[in-house]
């Protein structure tokens, strides 16, 4: 019974830090509708600050008051963030920001490193309460009672300014309804960097407060950002008391899952999140989302047409020079270019789903990693040739994504998104745990391809030819009618459903079909670098092919490949330099500054702008249009 | 009217309550063939409630909703289209990204079966029968306008055409005038009704304007906070007191036209 | 409305130029004539470990360039970062092989990516050097002709612990790990040679936290529940500065034997400062406590070079660099046949001794500094250490041939 009580109370200190950076997160999606990648960032911030910060302020009050002072000065970091990176970018089609965010997690990370050094940093203790107190014969650390007294004010407080004060007010009424807020007058871009200070600044004050059980490190980010958002979806997008208790949930769960289940560690939260979410769709204190929130918000695609003789004949020269490429003698640029096809495909394949279906998948990864993994088994364990291993491949990552799609398709948005995250990383943590079979985190090695194609050359020709192939294929379903019914259904699903169109359905096969060309992808990167790693269905994997999909242009046919060929170019030079992160990152927010329709938008806009105004300029109706669209929706939920 | 044999539409007893509240209760008609019946009713009275449970985007508290003596009630939407009913919406929600053309080709390919299908390019599939349909509600000209940049009035007529594609026995149309300019209003009715006639087409139509409704509906039926309070020819429901009641109480509905911008 | 588009390009100008001034420092000029090694680590992933480690391979390269370098021309390696993938790792090989013409390539601390380079290394047949890996397949049952390893393995660091548990009195054990390879190579590792040593052992709990994602408090609960004699130790970096933390507010490791894999190692022991855990039996490298001889030279140079004290991995790199340079001057060549040939058998003066790149098995003889952690003047450190000879703790030539299927 001590014991019990005892880990609950570790499970209670744990859910502190976890609630104040989820708390921030949530509160910065309700409002802004941005899903903040960055906010990871924020949180190491708020570690490092505090820690210099401790340094300097003695005693007691001195550490207490650096804990606040962080929470203050990652607040204006946050602040900084919104209004360099984010502000110029409100306007752009919806998850867009995410990209930026993406940016500034790189340069956070680079200017952490030059400040901070490479060193893990221990957190100082709190003074006064480094000791235990036994509680029925355990002992529980004081800090750990500290921690568990502050939580629920912090909670208090957050909740006495959302419904006691005008900001509170300003803030629900922008996360029920942001038009409305817009329309009452309020100045929505300082609604938004309040918010933005706000949420950082409780990440911030996550970073610090962990600091007497932990300390500083440069892999916190990425460490702490899937729980968050796991955090974030079981409470409810934008609940604060979700969030809460969403935090104590996971953090209880996993110190019984430690103690009991010690190979759980894992996987426990996502498992968490999967039920949850098929019995509570929105979380537990969440709402139901506005169906057309997140589908197409902002200018809606322009119409596609299959390409003209010009177009083609551009295709068809550019495949011959691909085709050429080798002549130059220059063997990496044939490797190089190999990785490009293969990720390009890869994107191509999300961007099927995410264009064309408005179907944001955050764990594309899992089919791509898949179908390496499918590959690269047979041949492990079966000893297959190259040859059928290609064949079952996509077969193997398309039945993954045919049974993720068939769960996921029941929520929309961005619990749908936040589903597919949470099926893949348990993809990626089977592969990772059952290590007998998977290999583990040591991987599959020596998957070499068949004698034919052994010669880097051959195996760039087969590249091209299955890689390009795939691409062509996608873009020639975009014009089918299946492609046209996939656009239907992200278009308006009501007016899809009314005239007959079974959109699940449709969006189902588009799932699993992107899911089968990711599985292409993945057994051509195999064979090319003859090893496979768990990191392959990671959800760095799933972040890199939204980015690229995302500043390549998410509503124009060629984005994905457009925006994988350049982001993999770029990097291949910018990895070289030793602050490579920091260039990347800031490159990626100018992209995301000056393009915010994507590259391949933004350069069409440009050149319609350079040849006059286009024939056919929505900007000015389609607000009109889609406020109505989705009063329209909410009218007929009546 | 006829009877009920030969009804296209039979609804009965339909009713819908969200958390104890009655947005409808115990709805009866019946809709003949080529009949035009409007279903009119201040805001908020449960019209679009009582369209999106005839046509299956909600499920009804009770009652039953029957086709052609088939009971559809509880069908999904994409079932009851199959079998002959043709939907417009209050707010159009037509294929943004798509061009005129293809929204109706997209209704086309949906008739035809063709969803799943991986050849040819959509854009080749019945271009002439979507033409047609264009040219039935006067739009040809503007076949290969994106439909993000239509006019609003060009938009439910292109709702109208989607709405025959498939050569439906009956038109449920929401409010098929809202948000158009007065003159608008009238020439679309009239076109529909000129086509729902040639076509022995029936039609349910809710609407505002009460010069539309006179102008071309054959019954009318009058909603009043869930409940149908009134069944006649436009000639009965003028002179009906309890539908006098109703609209002098909140604003003289007769006299204001149309208060729904 | 115009204004605000100035200062949106204003703000691009401004980030592009800083992106081109970071470019400029792209690139480095070589000298036509020299050996060109690649080197492929993640340098930004696992920068705590990789620093040192190159500045390890730095002091060698200048020691060794200045005695004329190797057979007449000097020696220059190419550092490439592969953001900690596997993936990445090869196609940076790739490049190096191909475009840089390097005479072999070297790098990387995890051991996937070791794997991964070791099996691109067989099918290209380029000479791959695993510097800091521990993983044991790199040289057993994955290794093959082209890979060779320096540092001690998982096996060897684990039995050299196995044997000090061995001496104590403790039965109960509980084993805390890292939740991949590395961490569960290490507990079987140490599990086999402890109950070879003495089979009356029992294992009460295993806890396998996610790396660098300890929840510490429920750890330390889990293994005081087990109620252990002794407690095996896996965990690093952050993970075991919290786990030291938790276990020793809430008394877990009191009247207990603690058994720390490479827990002795500066990378570790420095962070916690004066909270380094008392009277741990662990791995690592006392450069501080070094009074004469090769590892005191070694450490006067590092620190006279970088001024900061030396870590394991400078020390790994410095040997890294070392036995390199040693085979392409016994292969009198960088072709890859003769040096691989010039890697078996090889034997190296390094700062630890006379290291040998054993035939069998391609690992190094490469052994460690075991001894018990203290505090002394609030810096954790330890004492009481020596040195073990990698070469007494590999298994038997019968039984390394049945591991290594590449020799059959």
Known sequence: ?638 | MNSAESAVLKVEGLSKSFGGIHAVSDVNFELARGELLALIGPNGAGKTTCFNMLMGQLRPSSGNVYLNGEKITGQKPRRIWRKGVGRTFQITGTYQSMTVIENIQMALISHHRRLFSLRPYATRLYREEAMQLLELVGMSEQAERACAILAYGDLKRLELAIALCHEPTLLLMDEPTAGMAPSERIALMQLTADIVQERNISVLFTEHDMDVVFAHAHRLMVLNRGELIANGTVEEIRNDAVVQEVYLGGGSLFAAGDTHA | MMKRKNTRVALAAAVGLTVTALLGTAGSALAADAIKIGEINHYKRMAAFAEPYKNGIELALSEINEAGGVIGQPLEFIYRDDQGKPGEAIKIAEELVNREGVAMITGSILSNVGLALSSFAAEKKVIYLAAEPLADGLVWEKGNDYTFRLRSSTYMQASMLAEEAAKSDAVRYATIAPNYAYGKDAVAAFKKALLALKPDVEFVTEQWPGVFKIDAGAEVQALERAKPDAIYNVTFGSDVAKFVREGTTRGLFDGREVYGLLTGEPEYLEPLADEAPEGWTVTGFPWYDFEEGANKTFVDAYQAKFEESPKLGSLVGYMTAQSIAAAISRAESVDTEKLRQAFLGLEVDTPVGRITYREQDHQSTMGAFVGKTTVRDGEGVMVDWSYRDGANYLPSDEEVARLRPASQ
């Open chain 1, 1 to 638: 019974m001590g014991l019990f009580i005892a880990q609950l109370l570790t499970g209670l200190a744990n859910a502190a830090t976890l609630f104040l950076v989820a708390s921030g997160l949530s509160l910065i999606f309700g409002v802004t509708r941005i899903v903040n990648f960055a906010h990871g960032s924020f949180y190491m911030l708020g570690a490092f600050v505090g820690y210099s910060l401790m340094q300097v302020l003695p005693g007691a009050i001195g550490f207490w008051a650096s804990v606040l002072l962080t929470g203050l000065v990652v607040g204006l970091i946050g602040v900084i963030v919104e209004v360099l990176v984010l502000r110029p970018v409100y306007k752009a089609p919806e998850l867009f920001q995410l990209v930026a965010t993406f940016g500034v997690i790189l340069v956070i990370q680079d200017l952490a490193l030059m400040i901070w050094g490479a060193e893990d940093l221990l957190g100082p203790r709190a003074p006064g309460l480094k000791g235990v107190v036994r509680i029925m014969d355990e002992p529980v650390p004081l800090y750990d009672l500290a921690l568990i007294a502050i939580t629920p004010f912090v909670l208090f407080a957050l909740w006495y300014l959302i419904s006691r004060t005008r900001i509170g007010v300003l803030v629900r009424a922008a996360t029920q309804d942001r038009e409305m807020v817009a329309a009452l007058g309020v100045n929505q871009s300082w609604l938004f960097t309040g918010v933005f200070f706000l949420g950082a600044g409780l990440a911030g004050l996550g970073g610090a407060i962990q600091l007497p059980k932990g300390g500083a490190d440069l892999l916190m980010d990425f460490n702490i950002l899937a729980a968050i958002f796991v955090v974030v979806v079981i409470g409810g997008m934008g609940s604060l008391p979700g969030a809460y208790i969403a935090a104590v949930l996971i953090s209880v769960l996993n110190v019984f899952g430690v103690s009991y289940l010690p190979q759980s560690t894992l996987v426990l939260m996502y498992i968490v999140m999967a039920i949850v979410l098929t019995v509570r769709p929105y979380g537990l204190l969440g709402r139901e989302e506005v169906v057309g929130e997140h589908g197409q918000v902002g200018e809606p695609e322009r119409p596609i047409k299959p390409a003209g003789t010009k177009a083609r004949v551009m295709v068809a020269v550019m495949l011959m020079a691909l085709l050429a490429l080798p002549l130059a003698d220059s063997h990496f640029l044939v490797i190089l270019t190999t990785d490009i096809i293969i990720f390009c495909l890869f994107a191509a394949s999300l961007h099927f789903l995410l264009g064309l279906g408005g179907l944001v998948s955050f764990g594309h990864a899992a089919y791509f990693g898949g179908g390496a993994y499918a590959a690269g088994l047979l041949v492990v364990h079966v000893n297959a040739p190259m040859e059928l291993a290609f064949v079952l491949a996509p077969l193997g990552a398309g039945l993954a994504a045919f049974i993720i799609g068939w769960l996921c398709l029941r929520l929309t948005g961005v619990y749908f998104a936040m589903l597919t995250l949470a099926l893949a990383q348990l993809l990626w943590s089977l592969v990772f745990q059952w290590d007998e079979f998977t290999g583990g985190d040591d991987g599959l090695v020596d998957i070499w391809p068949a004698a034919w194609l052994s010669e880097a050359n051959s195996y760039f020709y087969f590249t091209v030819i299955v890689g390009v192939g795939g691409i062509l294929l996608l873009r020639h379903v975009a014009h089918s009618p299946f492609g046209y019914a996939l656009r239907a259904s992200r278009d308006s699903q009501r007016q899809a459903e009314a005239t007959g169109i079974n959109t699940k359905r449709i969006q189902w096969m588009a799932f699993t079909m992107a899911g089968a060309l990711a599985g292409v992808a993945g057994a051509l990167f195999v064979f090319s670098k003859g090893s496979v790693f768990p990191n392959e269905l990671e959800i760095t994997k799933s972040f890199d092919g939204l980015i690229v999909v995302f500043l390549g242009g998410v509503k124009t046919l060629s984005g994905g490949v457009v925006g994988a060929a350049s982001l993999e170019l770029v990097k291949d030079y910018l990895t070289r330099i030793e602050y490579w992160r920091l260039a990347l990152g800031l490159l990626i927010i100018v992209v995301v500054v000056l393009a915010p329709n994507g590259i391949v938008g933004s350069l069409r806009k440009a050149w319609e702008r350079l040849r006059g105004t286009p024939a056919d300029e929505p900007s000015t109706t389609a607000p009109v249009a889609l406020t109505s669209a989705s009063a329209g929706t909410q009218e007929s939920e009546r």
